[in-house]
């Protein structure tokens, strides 16, 4: 890398790996005074997927990243995903969020070399499109049951936190810009042949 591409921005990057794991499909859970768990839904190859999930009905971009990640002809589906925009005592803004995905394919998710592979390409994709956006991406690799696929394997979360910015607008377009590229990223990756957990 030259010195051109290396230059610091207000974007960064971290990887993470969680040892706890879970079950896909889980199941929802309602719970007082926090947001609902919606549990599991399978939308691969369901037209405006996004649409499905109460979590992203109120967040346009978010709906969008879940329909396009789940269209056919792409590498993952989505397993989970969240937000919040808030404000902090000195009156800035910020928001947070997440999605949750994994490799559409058996051999791919049952082996963590691909998921850092996403993470590692998608470090270089940060350096080349110049993301100028006080933002964070916090990957987590995380063991996972694929029930309906009979195999073990990871799930990867992408959590999205932007710095704290002074309007509402400001974080939110912020987070959209953030939540976009990381879309746009994850589509362009091609579909491998073979077996698939969803059609």
Known sequence: MDEEQ???TPTSLILTIRHRGKA???PGVERVGVPSNYGFKPLKGIPDAGR???EATDDPALSNAISSINAKGTAFFTIGCEKAFNRDESGGHWAKGYL?????YPELVADARYAFAVFFNFSHELVRSRLERPV???WELEGARFLDATCDGFSITVWIETGTLPSRDEAVDCWEAALERLTM???DIPQ???RVIYS
């Open 52 to 54: 499905y999930i109460p």
């Open 192 to 194: 491998p042949p073979g």
């Open 185 to 187: 990223f994850l589509v």
């Open 6 to 8: 290396v230059q610091e």
């Open 24 to 26: 896909i499909p889980y």
């Open 100 to 104: 949750e995905f994994a490799h559409n």
């Open 136 to 138: 964070l991406f916090h």
